[in-house]
């Protein structure tokens, strides 16, 4: 066998092949498995969107490579989600790129910015791309920790100074992947002053703006003050209309950024599909309906599961975005040991938070991916295997 290289050992062992192997062992046994792991929607794609993909595939100009950075079309569309959602003026000619998917952007900007060595300033728990891009990359992630007494901020001013000038990027994603977490203005300001003061490029991942609750509309970052002139904002139409497997988003700001990331993937993709772009044109004109829709069925769900688990001795407020509730673990269990006591005791799938990184330790994730009746199945089994609870 040919020797791989250091970049591929260096990429963390994958947490959850422990219990995946615990649910194929449990499903061979006939065990009717709940699922609340995946940060995946269960739902399908509205059919006005599925309709336009249908009327563009037909179309041969439609089968050719497209251009990286995508349709102007699409990036004009972008530009006016933008402008209607946030009041937010976008250039479409250099202030947008194409992304196939938005993992895709988070995993290449690295490459952009990172020389082996490097600094990223990366959030823990979190989405765990923003690490292993910078690990890929041969950089190093600085983590910045997210604690609940800091409302799942990060605490800038603990950063020490050298790290801080060393850093290249600083990711950052609210509404919060796993937490649930959103942010503030002060704080999207706050991250500005830091990014100028010590010359770094801010990376916010957005992919669940349109994902709130009870009223909430959850701020984008380049509604700030001078954020253009520090970052950049990665979004996607995976999860505000259930498209996560059509592999599209887009990321927007600061023009030098854009233009390097639309050099690196020039030189490593083509494109997204042009009928895919223009389906999401389609969904980025019309949003009002199908995502108010959406909004209102996880907002049933996020109310089944926390009440459920407040009446076995939790005590979690509900959380105001993002499809996930964050929970800490009862005493006496680890995130990996309390994740399989409920598989084994109640047949329900919940994410050990290690699976983030070392601060989710402690804590599991559950995902609002299933409908109200099974979510509530899964809380009623959890009841009677595992009763109350106390930490
Ligand atoms: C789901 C998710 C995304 C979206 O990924 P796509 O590649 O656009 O499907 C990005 N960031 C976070 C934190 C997510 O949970």
């Known amino acids: 066998m040919v020797e791989q290289a250091d970049r591929i050992k260096k990429l963390p062992p994958y947490l959850f092949a422990r219990i995946e192997k615990k649910i194929a062992e449990k499903k061979k046994q006939g065990v009717d498995i709940i699922s609340l792991g995946i940060g995946d929607p269960d739902k399908p794609t509205p059919q006005f969107i599925i309709d336009r993909l249908v009327k563009e595939a037909h179309v041969p100009e439609n089968h050719r490579y497209p251009t990286s950075v995508g349709l102007l079309e699409y990036r004009k569309a972008v530009a006016n989600?933008?402008?209607?959602?946030?009041?937010?003026?976008?250039?479409?000619?250099?202030?947008?790129?194409?992304?196939?998917?938005?993992?895709?952007?988070?995993?290449?900007?690295?490459?952009?910015?990172?020389?082996?060595g490097d600094i990223n300033l990366v959030p823990d728990p979190g989405y765990p791309v923003y690490g292993i891009g910078t690990i890929l990359a041969g950089g190093e992630p600085y983590i910045m920790p997210l604690k609940e007494e800091n409302d799942y901020l990060p605490d800038l001013d603990s950063i020490p100074a050298d790290v801080a000038d060393k850093a290249k990027l600083m990711f950052i994603n609210y509404p919060n992947n796993p937490t649930g977490a959103l942010a503030t203005e002060e704080f999207f300001q706050k991250v500005v002053q830091f990014?100028?003061?010590?010359?770094?490029v801010v990376c916010h991942d957005a992919a669940y703006t349109e994902?709130?609750?009870?009223?909430?509309?959850?701020?984008?970052f380049l509604e700030v003050e001078g954020a253009k002139e520090v970052g950049i904002e990665f979004n996607s139409l995976s999860k505000p209309f259930n498209m996560t497997g059509w592999r599209i988003g887009w990321a927007a700001g600061k023009p030098d950024v854009i233009e390097a990331l639309g050099r690196i993937k020039s030189n490593l993709d083509s494109g997204a599909f042009q009928a895919i772009q223009y389906a999401a044109i389609e969904a980025l004109n019309n949003p009002d309906e199908?995502?108010?829709?959406?909004?209102?069925?996880?907002?049933e769900r996020r109310d089944v599961v926390v009440e459920g688990l407040n009446k076995m001795?939790?005590?979690?407020?509900?959380?105001?975005?993002?499809?996930?509730?964050?929970?800490?673990v009862p005493k006496g269990y680890t995130s990996s040991e309390?994740?399989?006591?409920?598989?084994?005791?109640?047949?329900?799938?919940?994410?050990?938070?290690?699976?983030?990184?070392?601060?989710g330790e402690g804590y599991f994730r559950i995902a609002l991916t299933v409908d109200k009746d099974r979510?509530?199945?899964?809380?009623?089994?959890?009841?009677?295997?595992?009763?109350?609870?106390?930490?």
């Open 81 to 116: 989600y933008y402008k209607k959602r946030h009041e937010v003026n976008l250039n479409p000619e250099d202030e947008i790129v194409t992304l196939i998917g938005s993992k895709e952007g988070i995993g290449h900007i690295s490459f952009c910015y990172v020389n082996p």
């Open 195 to 200: 990014a100028k003061k010590h010359d770094i």
């Open 211 to 220: 994902i709130a609750y009870d009223g909430v509309r959850p701020i984008s």
């Open 290 to 299: 199908s995502v108010e829709e959406m909004r209102k069925v996880y907002t």
């Open 313 to 328: 001795g939790w005590n979690l407020e509900k959380p105001k975005g993002s499809f996930y509730i964050w929970a800490p």
């Open 338 to 359: 309390f994740a399989e006591l409920v598989l084994e005791k109640a047949g329900v799938i919940i994410t050990p938070g290690n699976g983030y990184g070392k601060y």
């Open 375 to 391: 979510a509530q199945e899964a809380l009623d089994r959890m009841q009677e295997a595992i009763g109350k609870v106390e930490f």
